[in-house]
């Protein structure tokens, strides 16, 4: 199976070769052709499965028979929970389309609405947007909605998760009611079925792998440690495995700000990404981080959501997440596309309940290594 049989045109497969992509991921090899068919698609893709050029392969194909989009106007909506992740798929549209003559914006909040709204001025093909920016835009009469023929709800769990479900409302109230809707989320909880109901027509359902399981490719390991020797151990393991890059998730942001100083102070170069950064900063931290000018990325959940980057080796969970689906999120970050991945994560005997759940939740035990000098005095029960 190569990306020529799934019904692409010659330019769009050429842009995919350069990437680096010569077989389709089980995603794409799925939605793309029903896409094609401008059927109504319900995704369920986890991070890291190829499900952005799944759906944005197939649009670049479909707005060849589309007129160019008008003043203030687009036709093709695809809505992000995140500035990141809206930026990414962004990236992926200048990318596929680079050899197809297509026009395209993305807008977040965070910065500046003036040149967001001149950039509308004379019409999108492909309008990438959060929900909130996206209607501050309408409310000024920068966007409007009656030409659109595409709407694509990416990461649909983590838009409910972060609320913006009212937002969401009210964007596909103002859509023209005929469209193609396809909606991407990792887990299909009974929220998103719900919003589904009153979205798609007629869709064509779409799980690529059972949900709430971690990649084969990712290596899963647990180091128990107590609480306050845990940016000690993360150090050594730093300094002693000789790690080249690692995304390392905190709970909170003062938590992630906290590790960042404390790593900073034994000469490990680390940033932190988080809700308190400004949109400027987050940028660059993750540039930093991509260009391995940075070699430890510190996240929060949220600010993680929709980070991409190519080959990452190692995640390690500093914190474990209170919600265990979102140890898979985490852990879907490395591992990727066939390269094996690492993911590391630091446990006290406090959240042995957030361990529990995780291991019931992914349905086997993690294995566990005690590292000499770092052996915790409150041990972890075996299993």
Partial sequence: ???????????????????????????????????????????????????????????????????????????????????????????????YGKNVRISSAVVFGGVKINPQMM????????????????????????????????????????????GFIHDIKKIIALLPKVRQNLLFSATFSGDIRQLAKGLLHQPVEINVSPQNTTAKTVRQKIYPVDKNRKAKLLSHLILHQKWQQALVFCRTKHGANKLVKLLNQDNITALAIHGNKSQAQRTKALESFKQSNVKILVATDIAARGIDIHELPQVVNFDLPNVPEDYVHRIGRTGRAGSSGQAISLVSLDEIKQLKDIERLIKFNIEREEIEGFKPVNRLPTR
Avoid: W
């Fill in 119 to 162: 950039k509308l001025r004379s019409g999108v093909d492909i309008l990438v947007a959060t929900p909130g920016r996206l209607l501050d835009l309408y409310q000024q009469n920068a966007i409007k909605f009656d030409d659109i023929k595409i709407l694509v709800l990416d990461e649909a769990d983590r838009m409910l998760d972060m």
């Fill in 1 to 95: 199976m190569t990306f020529d049989t799934l019904g692409l045109s010659e330019p769009l497969v050429k842009a995919v070769l350069e990437k680096g992509y010569n077989t389709p991921s089980p995603i794409q090899h799925q939605t793309i052709p029903v896409v094609l068919q401008g059927k109504d698609v319900m995704a369920c893709a986890q991070t890291g499965t190829g499900k952005t050029a799944g759906f944005v392969l197939p649009i670049l194909q479909q707005l060849k028979t589309i007129p160019a989009a008008k003043h203030n106007k687009a036709n093709v909506l695809i809505l992000a929970p995140t500035r990141e992740l809206a930026a990414q798929i962004h990236d992926s549209i200048l990318a």
